[in-house]
């Protein structure tokens, strides 16, 4: 088993920045690509951004130029650096790790993001 643990999430005015950590723990060799997903309330869940273990990373629309993702294999975590938030930005964010040899995707528990003045 894989467990994930975010942080980094808060309140924050538009313009600001957050950076969101990762911890993934468990089962770690199992790790395949990892990302980040976001739901505010009454949406679906949609996602953010991935990486692969080798650094390949892929964006949603929304957020490129303005969110990084990047990632430390060695310590286990993946992070979401995220620059000039916007209010339509406020979602819980949710880390994700997929499985290299089974179907099947780890949750972390999520952190909320608000972006409000």
């Known amino acids: 088993q894989v467990q994930l643990v975010e942080s980094g999430g808060g309140l924050v005015q538009p313009g600001g920045s957050l950076r969101l950590s990762c911890v993934a723990s468990?089962?770690?060799?199992?790790?395949?690509?990892m990302g980040w997903y976001r739901q505010a309330p009454g949406n679906q869940r949609e996602l953010v951004a991935t990486?692969?273990?080798?650094?390949?990373?892929n964006y949603a629309d929304s957020v490129k130029g303005r969110f990084t993702i990047s990632r430390d294999n060695a310590k286990n975590t993946v992070f979401l650096q995220m620059n000039s938030l916007k209010p339509e930005d406020t979602a819980v964010y949710y880390c994700?790790?997929?499985?290299?040899?089974?179907?099947?995707?780890?949750w972390g528990q999520g952190t909320q993001v608000t972006v409000s003045s």
């Open positions: 994700n790790a997929d499985d290299l040899w089974i179907t099947t995707r780890y």
């Open positions: 468990g089962n770690i060799f199992r790790i395949n690509s």
């Open positions: 990486i692969t273990p080798g650094g390949t990373t």
